[in-house]
């Protein structure tokens, strides 16, 4: 019996089902891949904040400038990822997923007990710091799954991107399918889904996440899987889609939402199989290689040559002392070339840092706050719980398809017509004054603050007291939120009219080969390899035949007898 393996020739099951293609599968640059598809995956319970906030809102009693600066202690732990980063620079990517699995699963589970009345209710400052660090967790898992994916695969950044953010773009509706199909309507209980769930599946994996040397090979560059994983993706959000949309109008049963729930599962898990056929065309090319005639040499006698001469090897690159002596500090202020990696501190004090900041702050605290108050918007134009949910989990498919469409899109006209990423980011922003969030992403909450805290949660609970004199704080109405949104529009366009800055700045970077760097480093380090192995190998043969021409004159008959027996 044999399988088939989409190129020539085909491989015995006998050798597909061995413990050994179970550990290559493993191992495989891909698995890791699909080991991180399922971690992000995860790690977008934030997203469904506004699903449980009326839950916090109604058990604790908070106002809705309080639960605003809950949820704004949220988007602080999703979006400050420099803890997270500094570990990463000091410790492999295993031990930053160890780290957010435990964050996430203390945070959420304290939530959860607050809100379930299991443990006295905390003060305010207490569910601030739950929150924040359960959130933060999302921060460790980007740091971990995705910054280590971005390294395995530099020529296809932006395709690695928008897959892994499309995934936790889905994380949302794929939390809303589970929970309704182990706890039923119970949002309460979907604390506790968001708070194990996503530690178990980081735990799991935890050893399959690693840094794996980047090569030129042909193989290593092959990027058809991440089209069978896109393809998958999509096939993945329709189908969440169009469950939503039924939920919304029929009466589901459990047995249904857990139907929903598996085969939801099931297209979670369909990668690994593009994982095993990939797996299966390398064992392919292993037979093929396996498979040509045995060659049989007669070995004559020779004097080894007295030196090498054949190849040496290459020169390795020293740094000078100088550069050894310059303190952190003196090197903060010395920014690399653009394209190159920059340390923490020298982003820190970078130019083009800094717009990035200030054109995250004005554009995405404004999208941040409409999915935060998602579940209040919603209250205040008087739908039931039900259609509020159907709400967040439409967001949340929008959002896997800004993602995607941002990364694999934004890969395919740079390499085809050099268009800069910082041009496609300034287009989102003008969209993103009342359309959209998902095609960029922000690192600094502050935004949200001014625009949630101050300005979304004030201006309600001041419409609130209107309409019931402090006694209710429930508001009704479009007005609960007009003004709020009329600001939040203004400020993304000035965001949008800033990031053309960045556009400038980077027009040159942009125009040429951004990743030559990465072909030319691999090329360089496969050259070194190979000629070290190639002094190794002659220095190995010469010995041997020194040796053997010391025993030449003993043995002269009967090494003459073999070569005329055999």
Same mark, same amino acid.
């Given at each position: 019996?044999?399988?088939?393996?989409?190129?020539?020739?085909?491989?015995?099951?006998?050798?597909?089902?061995?413990?050994?293609?179970?550990?290559?599968?493993?191992?495989?640059?891909?698995?890791? %891949?699909?080991?991180?598809?399922?971690?992000?995956?995860?790690?977008?319970?934030?997203?469904?904040?506004?699903?449980?906030?009326?839950?916090?809102?109604? !058990?604790?009693?908070?106002?809705?400038?309080?639960?605003?600066?809950?949820?704004?202690?949220?988007?602080?732990?999703?979006?400050?990822?420099?803890?997270?980063?500094?570990?990463?620079?000091?410790?492999?990517?295993?031990?930053?997923?160890?780290?957010? +699995?435990?964050? /996430?699963?203390?945070?959420?589970?304290?939530?959860?007990?607050? *809100?379930?009345?299991?443990?006295?209710?905390?003060? %305010?400052?207490?569910?601030?710091?739950?929150?924040?660090?359960?959130?933060?967790?999302? +921060?460790?898992?980007?740091?971990?799954?995705? $910054?280590?994916? %971005?390294?395995?695969?530099?020529?296809?950044?932006?395709?690695?991107?928008?897959?892994?953010?499309?995934?936790?773009?889905?994380?949302?509706?794929?939390?809303?399918?589970?929970?309704?199909?182990?706890?039923?309507?119970?949002?309460?209980?979907?604390?506790?889904?968001?708070?194990?769930?996503?530690?178990?599946?980081?735990?799991?994996?935890?050893?399959?996440?690693?840094?794996?040397?980047?090569?030129?090979?042909?193989?290593?560059? /092959?990027?058809?899987?991440?089209?069978?994983?896109?393809?998958?993706?999509?096939?993945?959000?329709?189908?969440?889609?169009?469950?939503?949309? $039924?939920?919304?109008?029929?009466?589901?049963?459990?047995?249904?939402?857990?139907?929903?729930?598996?085969?939801?599962?099931?297209?979670?898990?369909?990668?690994?199989?593009?994982?095993?056929?990939?797996?299966?065309?390398?064992?392919?090319?292993?037979?093929?290689?396996?498979?040509?005639?045995?060659?049989?040499? *007669?070995?004559?006698?020779?004097?080894?040559?007295?030196?090498?001469?054949?190849?040496?090897?290459?020169?390795?690159?020293?740094?000078?002392?100088?550069?050894?002596?310059?303190?952190?500090?003196?090197?903060?202020?010395?920014?690399?070339?653009?394209?190159?990696?920059?340390?923490?501190?020298?982003?820190?004090?970078?130019?083009?840092?800094?717009?990035?900041?200030?054109?995250?702050?004005?554009?995405?605290?404004?999208? @941040?706050?409409?999915?935060?108050?998602?579940?209040?918007?919603?209250?205040?134009?008087?739908?039931?719980?039900?259609?509020?949910?159907?709400?967040?989990?439409?967001?949340?498919?929008?959002?896997?398809?800004?993602?995607?469409?941002?990364?694999?899109?934004?890969?395919?006209?740079?390499?085809?017509?050099?268009?800069?990423?910082?041009?496609?980011?300034?287009?989102? @922003?003008?969209?993103?004054?009342?359309?959209?969030?998902?095609?960029?992403?922000?690192? $600094?909450?502050?935004?949200?603050?001014?625009?949630?805290?101050?300005?979304?949660?004030?201006?309600?609970?001041?419409?609130?007291?209107?309409?019931?004199?402090?006694?209710?704080?429930?508001? *009704?109405?479009?007005?609960?939120?007009?003004?709020?949104?009329?600001?939040?529009?203004?400020?993304?366009?000035?965001?949008?009219?800033?990031?053309?800055?960045?556009?400038?700045?980077?027009?040159?970077?942009?125009?040429?080969?951004?990743?030559?760097?990465?072909?030319?480093?691999?090329?360089?380090?496969?050259?070194?390899?190979?000629?070290?192995?190639? $002094?190794?190998?002659?220095?190995?043969?010469?010995?041997?035949?020194?040796?053997?021409?010391?025993?030449?004159?003993? !043995?002269?008959?009967?090494?003459?007898?073999?070569?005329?027996?055999?």
């Amino acid at each position: 019996m044999v399988f088939a393996g989409g190129v020539d020739g085909a491989v015995p099951m006998r050798q597909i089902l061995t413990p050994r293609f179970a550990v290559q599968v493993v191992r495989s640059r891909w698995f890791m %891949v699909f080991a991180c598809l399922l971690i992000m995956a995860a790690a977008g319970a934030t997203y469904i904040f506004s699903i449980y906030s009326k839950d916090i809102k109604k !058990e604790l009693g908070y106002n809705q400038q309080t639960l605003n600066t809950l949820s704004f202690f949220k988007d602080v732990g999703t979006n400050v990822g420099i803890l997270s980063g500094l570990i990463n620079e000091v410790t492999p990517p295993w031990v930053v997923l160890a780290i957010g +699995a435990a964050m /996430n699963l203390f945070g959420y589970i304290m939530i959860y007990l607050a *809100i379930t009345g299991r443990i006295a209710a905390p003060q %305010v400052w207490m569910m601030c710091l739950y929150i924040c660090i359960g959130a933060n967790s999302q +921060a460790f898992a980007n740091t971990g799954a995705l $910054v280590t994916c %971005v390294k395995n695969f530099p020529e296809s950044r932006g395709t690695v991107l928008g897959l892994l953010k499309g995934f936790l773009g889905l994380s949302g509706v794929i939390f809303t399918q589970l929970y309704l199909a182990i706890y039923g309507d119970d949002s309460k209980s979907l604390v506790l889904l968001i708070a194990w769930l996503p530690a178990a599946i980081s735990i799991i994996f935890v050893y399959t996440v690693r840094i794996i040397p980047y090569t030129s090979s042909v193989a290593a560059r /092959n990027t058809k899987p991440f089209f069978w994983f896109l393809y998958i993706s999509i096939a993945l959000a329709v189908f969440l889609l169009i469950m939503t949309i $039924v939920q919304k109008v029929v009466q589901f049963s459990h047995s249904a939402y857990v139907l929903s729930a598996f085969i939801s599962t099931i297209f979670l898990f369909l990668p690994l199989g593009v994982v095993i056929k990939e797996e299966v065309k390398t064992l392919i090319q292993r037979n093929k290689e396996l498979e040509g005639p045995p060659t049989i040499t *007669i070995e004559t006698p020779h004097t080894a040559p007295s030196s090498l001469s054949k190849a040496s090897p290459l020169p390795k690159p020293v740094k000078s002392p100088s550069s050894k002596g310059i303190s952190c500090i003196t090197n903060m202020f010395k920014p690399p070339t653009m394209g190159d990696d920059y340390s923490i501190l020298q982003a820190l004090v970078s130019v083009d840092m800094l717009i990035l900041v200030f054109v995250s702050i004005c554009g995405l605290g404004g999208t @941040l706050t409409a999915i935060d108050n998602m579940g209040q918007i919603g209250q205040s134009l008087r739908y039931p719980a039900k259609s509020i949910n159907t709400f967040v989990s439409l967001i949340s498919i929008w959002n896997y398809a800004g993602r995607v469409t941002a990364g694999y899109v934004s890969e395919i006209v740079l390499s085809k017509y050099k268009f800069p990423r910082p041009l496609a980011l300034t287009l989102v @922003l003008l969209l993103a004054c009342g359309l959209s969030l998902s095609c960029f992403y922000s690192h $600094v909450p502050i935004g949200l603050y001014i625009l949630n805290v101050r300005v979304t949660g004030h201006l309600y609970d001041v419409e609130a007291h209107k309409q019931n004199a402090g006694k209710d704080l429930t508001c *009704i109405g479009v007005q609960c939120f007009k003004k709020s949104f009329i600001i939040i529009t203004a400020v993304t366009a000035v965001g949008a009219v800033v990031s053309f800055m960045l556009v400038w700045r980077t027009r040159k970077f942009y125009g040429g080969d951004i990743y030559a760097k990465y072909r030319e480093s691999a090329a360089i380090h496969e050259v070194d390899s190979s000629t070290e192995m190639t $002094v190794h190998g002659e220095k190995s043969e010469n010995t041997e035949n020194n040796e053997k021409n010391d025993v030449w004159p003993k !043995e002269s008959g009967n090494a003459n007898k073999v070569q005329e027996g055999g």
